[in-house]
């Protein structure tokens, strides 16, 4: 397998958790009986980028993995659960989302299939949905899309503020997210706002300042829609800089309709993420497999505006680190759906089965430059998803099969 350029870049590679199995509780709980495990440590099991280890069984105490090895050396513990035989990947790790909105867009999506081509800009009849919502919709929904995400194996996911557009919208959209998840990212350059149309330089100076104040306390993250017909390259490198000085750390949506500045800005800022990646120059490649930032690929959205793939050969091949995640949002990728995109991911872009399940674990998880997700190694957090499969190449193998049939995440079973 080929993820080993992506395994170099990993900035989790050098500071994993220990793959030193700890001292075992007898309080612990085994799984055993599994039949192929995905560690995503090379230096355990096939010495593969995934550390694939056959006949495996994992060892639980309170919310982290205590013990990964052959299920014929399982230490003894007082609670043993059957895998029966079927496979264990780590959760996913969905580094990119778009879920507090209200409405739908199913009258755009029903004409585009009809034949229009998708503009950055049916972003405004969601803003309007979202602003006329109440916070207890909006909460509702965010929790309906993560129970989904979680019945489809997803264990740790990212979203997005982006459909509120004015200051209280922006912030509250950022409280409500924070309710839910610690990866919270403020968008609120996601297009310019209707209400600024005539005069997009006040609205960037809006979200470079009073919104972005009101924003920074519930984010991690800060981002922007780097595109014609959203913001340019000096918009987009203003409001990244403004989020870093606020202690925000930078995302960017980049490349995804057309050739432009966005990737370059992400790695000189040294973003955690590109995102869409789309349509990339060769100096676009060479500066992602230069730096740090990862490319995440998201092909729920080519799916779904029947756009051209990207392209995550030409990417591997150079040595970048590619994630791939949903971008689960109602106009451009209604999925919330990890297994549906590695089965895109290795039918149409060039991906292994093996490097697709990589960059949808740990690869999410170098995206949100996190080193306790996305691996199931002593001391990750204990984050798994059963297939109902001997292997996890089935979720490429058989698309649109509800394989996933049990969810454990921070050591409980959850579905
Ligand atoms: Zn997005």
Not at 281 to 304: I, K, M, N, Q, R
Not at 322 to 348: E, W, Y
């Amino acid at each position: 397998m080929n993820t080993g350029p992506a395994a170099t870049n990993n900035p989790m590679a050098s500071s994993a958790p220990t793959s030193a199995n700890s001292a075992v509780a007898t309080t612990a709980t085994a799984i055993v009986n599994i039949a192929s495990l995905v560690t995503n440590d090379p230096s355990l099991g096939d010495s593969s980028a995934l550390g694939l280890i056959q006949d495996a069984a994992v060892v639980i105490d309170g919310d982290r993995v205590v013990w990964v090895g052959e299920s014929s050396k399982a230490p003894a513990t007082d609670n043993r659960v059957d895998a029966g035989g079927r496979a264990v990947i780590p959760g996913f790790v969905d580094s990119h989302s778009h879920l507090v909105f209200a409405g739908d867009r199913t009258a755009e999506f029903n004409a585009r299939m009809s034949g229009q081509p998708y503009k950055a800009g049916g972003i405004r009849t969601t803003v309007a949905a979202t602003r006329a919502a109440t916070d207890a919709e909006l909460s509702a929904n965010v929790a309906r899309y993560l129970r989904e995400a979680l019945r489809q194996g997803t264990t740790t996911f990212e979203t997005k503020s982006g459909y509120g557009l004015t200051v209280e919208d922006e912030a509250r959209a950022l409280r409500i997210a924070a309710e839910h998840t610690d990866e919270v990212t403020y968008l609120g350059a996601h297009i310019v706002s209707p209400d600024y149309a005539d005069d997009p330089a006040a609205y960037v100076d809006l979200v470079t300042g009073e919104m972005l104040d009101a924003c920074a306390p519930y984010a991690r993250w800060v981002d922007v829609f780097c595109e014609k017909g959203a913001f340019d390259g000096d918009q987009a490198r203003a409001i990244l800089t403004a989020g870093k000085a606020k202690g925000l750390h930078p995302r960017v949506h980049a490349n995804q309709l057309t050739y432009g500045p966005g990737v370059q800005l992400a790695v000189e800022l040294d973003a955690a993420s590109a995102d869409h990646c789309t349509h990339l120059t060769d100096a676009d490649v060479d500066a992602l497999a230069s730096g740090d930032t990862v490319a995440t690929l998201l092909p729920g959205a080519e799916f779904s505006t029947r756009a051209p793939w990207p392209d995550a050969r030409r990417l591997l091949d150079a040595g970048v680190t590619v994630a791939l995640s949903t971008d689960c949002n109602p106009g451009s990728s209604f999925t919330s759906s990890v297994p549906f995109c590695i089965a895109l991911a290795v039918r149409d872009m060039g991906m292994t089965p093996d490097e697709a399940v990589w960059s949808a674990t740990a690869g999410g998880a170098a995206a949100l430059r996190r080193q306790d997700v996305g691996r199931l190694t002593p001391g990750a957090r204990a984050d798994l998803t059963f297939l109902d499969a001997p292997s996890h190449v089935h979720l490429a193998y058989r698309p649109g099969v509800p394989l996933v049939t049990e969810v454990w995440r921070a050591g409980t079973r959850v579905v």
